[in-house]
């Protein structure tokens, strides 16, 4: 079984769960308790000092056989990423194109659409997809439809590195990220194998950004890089900008790792 993982903070004890009943988590609304399928997930008992990551709690109440009750859940609104893909096909092919993913390559997701991934298992089939997501919605989505699929919840510089070394890394919403560019390249320049594509995206560019930081504030934290802000970053841990297109409509930076 592949399983999401969610690490806890120090207060939170989740017990590690397997194998009963089904799930349909597109029928859950986004501020209710949810009733989830240890099918699909399970919950990671290791403890961790992050403060960002949430804890859960089980209720006491009895749920329907074969399900737990996870309470006091609380999502932000990822859906502008689905919504900014409308009329947005090309560029999402454009960007897919950017990592070159082949069967062999090991690829990490970090905060994409659903439609996205979708596109991407489609088109580009690849040894390992990892989904890396704040939301357990939308990994929960995305877990239902493909079983295959690496699906973990938190953030980016907190993966674990069981999944390395990747090939290819699509950070598709950079600005969702709570860290500055020379945390998450450090961090990249670890999980990384020698000649990775990492590719920076966002299918609206600077303007669709702009216009989302207004209205999803809580989401939307940081800007996405100019090119010279990019490259001096990105040469610090041993990536080169070999590519970038910062225009009205879409904006793709592809970099590539050279390993020491």
């Not at 990423?81 to 947005?88: A, I, V």
């Amino acid at each position: 079984m592949h399983s999401l993982s969610f690490p806890s903070s120090s207060s939170a004890l989740l017990p590690s769960l397997s194998g009963f009943g089904s799930w349909q988590p597109k029928k859950l609304t986004r501020f209710q308790s949810h009733y989830l399928s240890p099918k699909l997930l399970s919950f990671s008992t290791q403890q961790s000092d992050v403060s960002r990551h949430r804890a859960f709690s089980v209720s006491s109440s009895s749920p329907p056989e074969g399900t737990v009750s996870v309470v006091d859940f609380h999502e932000k609104d990822w859906s502008f990423l689905e919504s900014m893909e409308t009329e947005q096909t090309q560029k999402v092919e454009k960007i897919i194109k950017a990592g070159e993913v082949t069967e062999s390559s090991r690829v990490l997701v970090s905060f994409s659409s659903e439609a996205f991934v979708d596109r991407l298992v489609e088109s580009s089939p690849s040894q390992l997809l990892l989904i890396v997501h704040d939301s357990l919605f939308t990994l929960a989505c995305v877990k239902e439809k493909y079983d295959k699929v690496k699906c973990w919840q938190g953030e980016l510089i907190y993966v674990p590195e069981k999944w390395s070394p990747l090939d290819v890394v699509f950070l598709y919403f950079l600005p969702a990220l709570p860290f500055d560019l020379d945390q998450v390249f450090e961090t990249l320049s670890q999980r990384c194998s020698s000649g990775a594509r990492v590719v920076i995206s966002h299918p609206q560019g600077r303007e669709g950004l702009k216009q989302q930081r207004k209205e999803f504030s809580d989401v939307v934290v940081s800007d996405l890089p100019d090119d010279s802000t990019l490259k001096s970053v990105a040469k610090k841990h041993s990536f080169e900008l070999t590519h970038f297109v910062d225009e009205q409509g879409l904006y793709l930076a592809v970099l590539t790792f050279s390993k020491q």
